[in-house]
Structures are given as structure tokens and as C-alpha cells.
């Protein structure tokens, strides 16, 4: 399975993310990807080290690409770069048993490189290898921009996420997010409810998606937990009896069932 959860800053997006990411590796190998710019999956997931993102390894951008990030307009570099053995050896082992693995991938500072850069060719043939090549089961994290995933490479994704809480800021990100999805070839685009705090909310975010032609996974409640993860830096899945979780636990469910 690769699986894209998005959606707009703030929504709980990393915390489906992560959450997702360990309650499937308790059956399978999971790769869990923060493509991310704010690249909080690490400590959602309890992983307290400083880690240093990929784009940011500029001895290795320059090796497999032939150029210095941040390289001038016009220099030379490679286009597809060697990267099959990258995501094994630059990742993070979650558990002793290695059914987890963390990757962080990091982002391309626009201002001075550009969008054609030697940085972001590396992340980028990495993401596509990542969801063309591996067995694993993906989970991305991802900003709300998906334009970057590449159409080969969006149209391998089995099911991108938006999630989404109430409010129209929020619904509005998914409009946006649906017309990328299908001008880049996502054919599977389901919502998942998050923050919600009464029936009405639900009902209210449950009729916009309808109107939206985007069909639910599930909600998520408002739960204390979150905070208490966040601020532990723990992953939610340690705290017995939360309702998040346990709401989290029927969408992955409901994933399997639509993919």
C-alpha cells in the first residue's frame, strides 16, 4: 500500500500520519516518509533525537548529483541520480524488530534554489523510487502542495488522505486538493474528520465533503491525549483508551478495505 495524507496546516494530518504508520507496522513493514516542511513525524511518533533531513546533506546531494545545493543557474548536474540504496541506509529504525522505519526527507528552500535544483531532483527521485520500487507498505506525510509527487509517480499512490476539521478554511484546502489530485492522476481521494467536538460539527464537515463528492473514511474526536502525546513526545498509540486512537484503529480498518 502507499498511502499521501495531507491537508491543511494544523489539521492533525501528522498525527493520522504517524499513528497510521504504527498501528499497520504491527502486521507489516512500513516506511513512514515526512515530506513535510514543518517535519514533525519523528517526535509524533516518539523519536526525541535531532535528525538531519535529507535536503539538508549537501555532501551527498553533491555525490549522487554532481553539484553543490544551491549550485548557480545553468550548472550541470544528474537529472536521475543513484539513490536505490538511500531510503534503507539514511532511515531510522522505529522498533528493534525493523518494522518501522522512519525517513525524513526535508524541503528545498525556494527563495535561492529555485524548484530546479540539485536538492530537489535528489528528494524527488528518492519519493518516486520510494513509491514505485518498494514493497513496503508507504505512508506519506505531506504538505498541502501535492504538485511535487510527479504524475507517474501520484498515479502508484493507492489512496491520498485529506484530512480535514471543521471549519471552511479547512474544506476549502480539500477543494484545492482534489483538482490537483485529479489533474496529477490520484484516482482514490477519501476524507478523514478530525477535531471533532459535537454531532453537529461532524454533520456539518460530513455535508461539505458530500457536496465535494469526497467520501469519509472516519472522524477522529477531540481528545486530550493528542495534546498529552505532543507534549510527552510520545506516540498516541502508548496511551491506553483514547479515543482518538481507537478511531484512528477503524480507519485503518476502512483503509484495507479500500484499497
Do not use: W
Request: proline residues 4%; glycine residues 6%; charged residues 30%.
Amino acid at each position: 500500500m502507499k498511502i499521501a495524507v495531507t491537508g491543511k496546516g494544523g489539521v492533525g494530518k501528522t498525527t493520522l500520519a504517524s499513528t497510521l504508520s504504527s498501528i499497520f507496522s504491527r502486521k507489516y513493514k512500513v516506511f513512514a516518509i515526512d515530506a513535510d516542511p514543518d517535519m514533525n513525524l519523528a517526535s509524533s511518533l516518539g523519536i526525541r533525537e535531532e535528525i538531519i533531513p535529507i535536503s539538508k546533506m549537501k555532501d551527498l546531494i553533491k555525490d549522487r548529483t554532481g553539484a553543490e545545493p544551491g549550485s548557480s543557474f545553468g550548472e550541470i548536474f544528474k537529472i536521475n541520480p543513484k539513490i536505490s540504496d538511500l531510503p534503507d541506509s539514511l532511515s531510522i529504525d522505529y522498533d528493534p524488530e525493523g518494522r518501522l522505519k522512519l525517513l525524513v526527507m526535508g524541503t528545498v528552500d525556494k527563495g535561492g534554489d529555485g524548484c530546479i535544483c540539485p536538492a530537489s531532483v535528489l528528494l524527488k527521485a528518492m519519493l518516486r523510487h520510494m513509491i514505485l520500487k518498494k514493497d513496503e507498505i508507504i505512508i506519506l506525510d505531506m504538505e498541502a502542495g501535492i504538485e511535487h509527487l510527479g504524475r507517474k509517480t501520484a498515479e502508484s499512490v493507492d489512496i491520498m488522505i485529506v484530512v480535514v476539521e471543521p471549519g471552511l478554511k479547512s474544506l476549502e484546502t480539500a477543494r484545492r486538493i482534489k483538482k490537483l489530485a485529479k489533474d496529477i492522476g490520484i484516482k482514490n481521494l477519501q476524507a478523514v474528520i478530525n477535531k471533532v467536538s459535537s454531532a453537529a460539527e461532524e454533520e456539518f464537515v460530513q455535508e461539505k465533503l458530500k457536496e465535494l463528492k469526497i467520501e469519509v473514511l472516519g472522524s477522529i474526536p477531540q481528545d486530550q491525549s493528542v495534546v498529552r502525546a505532543d507534549m510527552e513526545a510520545k506516540p498516541l498509540t502508548a496511551y491506553d483508551n483514547s479515543p482518538a486512537s481507537m478511531a484512528i484503529e477503524t480507519i485503518a480498518e476502512n483503509i484495507l478495505k479500500k484499497i
